[in-house]
């Protein structure tokens, strides 16, 4: 099995995932991971501050604070104090919103979610309808297990299931800090700075 070492210079950090071809996605077989979550995490899940941000693949604000958080817990301010879980969300009268979810869960069957992610927010400004096969191929997918896995009915269920969740979440990003919920939050430094709090509030117990 390969692995591949994608350097993100755009982001400043690098990532060193192992993808899994068609033939070793099932046994032999490519077929949806009926376990995959909805939620994706980033960072030392040990860690004392759990940030929850509810975004969405085609939100531009999104598009900024998701790659910069990620980079954030797992090798800048936040390491080792917090962790990211990205819950996505997805909304049908946004334009490539669904798509870029279904594609984002499809990644995740070759452990490229966060690659996928991350260069997907980097394309943000690409067309919608042909933004979801350019970043696959950037960010080296196996093609045909990509396909496979999109076209997968347990993923289609999952969709659906994300759908109906996501018509409570009104705007995005959504943003809980330990549980405590901030709204119109527009800036990495404003969740770090949050975060922080919330770390040096457990540390002086």
């Not at 940030?51 to 999104?62: A, H």
């Not at 970043?135 to 994300?162: C, F, H, N, Q, S």
Request: aromatic share 6%.
């Amino acid at each position: 099995m390969n692995r591949l070492q994608i350097i993100t210079g755009f982001m400043g950090f690098i990532l060193t995932i192992t993808p899994l071809s068609a033939m070793e996605l099932d046994g032999g077989e490519a077929a949806f991971n009926s376990s995959i979550d909805k939620l994706f995490t980033a960072g030392d899940e040990s860690a004392p501050v759990k940030i929850l941000l509810y975004g969405c693949c085609r939100c531009p604000v999104c598009a900024r604070l998701v790659p910069e958080l990620y980079g954030e817990v797992t090798t800048g301010r936040l390491k080792s104090k917090a962790y990211l879980v990205l819950h996505l969300i997805l909304k049908s009268e946004r334009p490539g919103s669904v798509e870029g979810g279904t594609a984002a869960l499809a990644a995740s069957q070759q452990n490229m979610l966060w690659p996928f992610l991350l260069r997907m927010f980097h394309n943000q400004d690409s067309r919608p309808g042909g933004l979801e096969t350019k970043t696959a191929m950037e960010t080296g997918l196996d093609m045909d297990a990509y396909a496979i896995a999109r076209d997968d009915p347990k993923l289609k269920k999952l969709v659906i299931e994300l759908l109906e969740e996501s018509k409570d979440i009104k705007r995005t990003p959504l943003v809980y800090i330990n549980g405590k919920k901030y709204e119109n939050i527009k800036s990495t430094s404003e969740i770090v700075e949050k975060a922080d709090e919330a770390y040096r509030g457990i540390r002086e117990k």
